[in-house]
């Protein structure tokens, strides 16, 4: 079988050689100009957190790889529309969070009862810390909110969707997101109060 | 945000109940959004995702970026009931380039534009537009104009079926925008159809003396003879509608069929297969 | 190595252009590995590669590769199915990217399942190295690259015989090397015919080499061979000898000469560049191939 070459050569393209040390927007530019390399650490960087998450919001892996790729050639595709400002990676999940709702809106049965995630109480001191750095005691009033009520903050606030795309996501009418939003509201309001 | 927020880093067992699930909802969203800004935390997560199902989902990401994606034509051949294979190379006929298609606008609009102005407009669109088929014929196949005309010789796919297929290309898409500015040139109430039969001769005139020309020779050759005919007809006449009339219908009708008889003959001693120029 | 029946044949091959004789009886057979195609520029190498690839017709003469006929249709067409032939240009189309074109020259070779053959051209441009850049235009590539593409369409589908045209002109070094590395690489029991007027080309890849001028054959033989032609009439001397017939002052300012030396001179060690150079020279002294 052939070996690998035995000479190297110079690569045709910085990128080849400094490709692990890129900062994420130098790899998008890249990726814009056709750069598979570039793409691929991308993806090595960025597709394992974006499974995860999905999956934490769809309940059938199958669907959750068919979106993580969606999202990458979606990526490789579109690398030229990032602004260049931003967290590539806010940029990548506002596309991946998207594309699981058109891909929902095809199968809506796959949606997941956010409801069955199981929930545990907080053990380890990291998480309290976690908890007190990020969202004090927001963290306990969310986790006491009911499982659709949470799931509709989820959605809007944490995953930035849109009234509309959240009720996709959701499998409710967006008029049913609106006024769980506003129940989830008064509810948050008074365990802070 | 604390400002001690950046130094902090979840730790693997928190992201690996995480990536598990079993994580509560709340300190879940907060690791989602630390995760976000830091790069070093995604390095964390990664270690808990399911490697084997990444690189199945990339080795479907490099399929799906590799697949050329087809461009209008190619989606319309298609639909006609064209394989994949022959579509993807009947689209890529030199012929159905922007430039050539812009110089088949232009040239008809410029019929059109000279049209409302008097008599010349609709002798000149009656005398372009047959010839206007066989020219993008000549442009769809051949060593100069095609860049893998070379390797495409010395490839097992028959040159003929190459030929034919990009001439059925050139032919619809010459047809529809011909017929349309013969519909809005003023005073010739049949200008859609009577050009249609020359037309047709033409090409197949071009076609079987591609057999032994390369086909830009033979669209210069069948082009070159009509334009030189009908425009010294012109001059003399001071029109070119009894070209069109009865008699030149059954003219162009007889080259047509031998021209038929030609490419078939071609075809039996494969005449395109064998080039004696390049 | 070589299978039988004997690779290339060919015999007694005319082709003119007009008034031009490309081609004046060429006859040979090569039963090599690797043959290099020598000759100066308008020799008729490319014509005969032509001919050979089933791009073009002989006026007269017949060939014969893998045991096959290119004037015989049937015999064309499965010696085609078993063929690369890398023109001298090759052309691209505008607007492609490197895996578009090769999958379009995937497609004229008759790879009509869609997904097999995408698994084939991505073989192939990794052969070359250029997975990573498959995804660019071809116009964006640089002329290495492009060759290289053009090598990876070549290479589709196992082919037993490689006709190759100038594959390492307008190489830098480095290129040149890493396109006899990945030749080497898919070597095998194929056979590679490729052209050059490169001698350097000839030395580091070819069992056999034929040289071609003014379209006759010159030479036939191994390269060793075409450079014994000059043993005993290569010498030094510090000035420039009138009676050589070739001589250039090398690096080191001294007159590196080529053809008869005079009594007592001492004589180098011929390489094959003194062979080709004193074949080509010396029209006068043609040796029999």
Known sequence: MPASPAVSFPAADLMETDVDAASDAALLEATAAGERVALEQLYARHAPWLLLRLQRRCADPALVDEVVQDTFVAVWRGARSYSGTGEVAAWIWGIGVRRLVDALRRRPAAALDLAAVPEVALESAEERVLLGIEYGDLGSALNHLSPELRAVVQATVLDGLTTREAGRLLGIPSGTVKTRMMRARAALRQELA | ?278 | MTTSPSALVADGLTKSFARHRALRGVTFTSKGNTVGLLGPNGAGKTTLLRIIGTVLAPDGGSVRALGRDPANADDRLELRRRLGYLPQEPGFQRGFSAFEFVDYVAILKEWTQRRARHDEVRRVLALVDLSAESGRKIRRLSGGMRRRVALAAVLLGDRALLVLDEPTVGLDPEQRLRFRDILSRVGGDRTVLLSTHQTEDVAAMCDEVVVLHEGAVRFQGPPASLAALAEGRVWFADERDPAAQLSWRAGDGRHRHVGDPPAGATTEAPTLEDGYLLLLGAPAQAVPA
């Not at chain 2, 190619?74 to 298609?101: F, K, N």
Request: net charge positive.
């Open chain 2, 1 to 278: 945000m604390s400002s001690t927020f950046s130094e902090w880093h979840a730790d693997d067992r928190l992201i690996e109940r995480y990536a598990a699930g079993v994580l509560d909802p709340a300190t879940a969203a907060s690791v989602e959004a630390h995760v976000l800004r830091c790069r070093a935390c995604r390095t964390t997560v990664a270690g808990h995702a399911p490697a084997a199902r990444l690189a199945l989902a990339w080795s479907a990401v490099t399929e799906r970026i590799d697949d050329p994606s087809p461009g209008l034509v190619e989606r319309s051949l298609r639909r006609l009931g064209l394989t994949e294979s022959d579509a993807r190379l009947a689209a890529c006929a030199p012929a159905m380039r922007l430039a050539w298609l812009a110089a088949l606008v232009a040239v008809l609009l410029f019929c059109v534009v000279a049209a409302a102005q008097g008599d010349v407009g609709p002798n000149l669109f009656m005398v372009l537009a047959p010839a206007l088929p066989s020219i993008g014929v000549g442009l769809a196949y051949g060593p100069w104009t095609d860049g893998t005309y070379e390797v495409g010789r010395a490839a097992p796919y028959s040159a003929v079926r190459l030929l034919f297929l990009r001439t059925a290309v050139v032919l619809a898409v010459t047809f529809v925008l011909s017929g349309a500015a013969g519909l809005v040139v003023p005073g010739h109430r049949n200008g859609v159809v009577l050009w249609l039969i020359p037309a047709i001769a033409l090409v197949t005139g071009t076609l079987a003396l591609s057999a032994w020309l390369p086909p830009a020779w033979a669209a210069s050759v069948t082009g070159g003879t009509w334009l030189a005919a009908v425009v010294a007809y012109w001059k003399s006449q001071g029109s070119v509608d009894p070209i069109f009339g009865p008699a030149g219908q059954v003219a162009a009708g007889v080259v047509f069929l031998v021209a038929c008889l030609a490419i078939d003959r071609a075809r039996r001693v494969h005449a395109y297969d064998v080039r004696r120029f390049l």
